[in-house]
């Protein structure tokens, strides 16, 4: 009987480990005047999701540090996810600064909807076309305002046909 899988993929054809591929996850930041956007990129699980609250908790080091996470490029999450997320806002309220997220996929949006996460965190749409530069958490506070309703689809879709409504992210009020 043999204990090789055929989803095995630790090993390739010819019984060799593979060649590593791109990374999981990757974490970019750049400066925004007085915000820090840190993009992420990938999947956030709970192989890399530490990684995400190591980097936050070295820019809580700075003062009054705000935070902008772009979670745009994002393309899976798990409940290390979240619990980096609620981490991270912990650590940069310590530290008398903010944080907010940047364009969250369905997934994550989802997933803060499910756990009763989603009032925790700020969230920014990002830029609409047209629109002067945006301010951010420095100039408006903590959380940032929501945007008025754009036509893209909500958190509440067809799928949830028939049960009682989510509050869209747009909803919560600060």
């Known amino acids: 009987m043999s204990t090789r899988l055929p989803y095995d993929r630790s090993r ?11 990374p999981v996850m990757s974490l970019d930041c750049e400066h925004e005047g007085p915000l820090t956007v840190v993009s992420v990129h990938g999947e956030v699980d709970m192989s890399n999701a530490h990684l995400l ?10 003062p009054v540090p705000r935070v902008v996470l772009d979670l745009s490029g994002v393309g899976f999450v798990d409940l290390h996810a979240v619990r980096a997320l609620i981490e991270a806002d912990r650590l940069l309220r310590e530290a008398a600064g903010g944080l907010a997220l940047r364009r969250p996929p369905r997934c994550v949006s989802r997933l803060l909807h499910l756990t009763a996460t989603a009032h925790l965190f700020g969230v920014d749409e990002g830029p609409i076309p047209g629109d002067p530069p945006w301010a951010g958490p420095a ?9 008025p309703a754009t036509g893209a689809l909500s958190p509440n879709s067809r799928m949830d046909a028939g049960r009682p409504p989510l509050p869209s992210v747009r909803e919560v009020s600060a």
């Open 12 to 22: 390739g054809r010819d019984g060799d480990v593979p060649a590593p591929g791109a």
């Open 53 to 62: 609250v190591d980097l936050v908790a070295e820019l809580a080091r700075h």
């Open 139 to 147: 100039v408006t506070g903590d959380r940032i305002p929501p945007r």
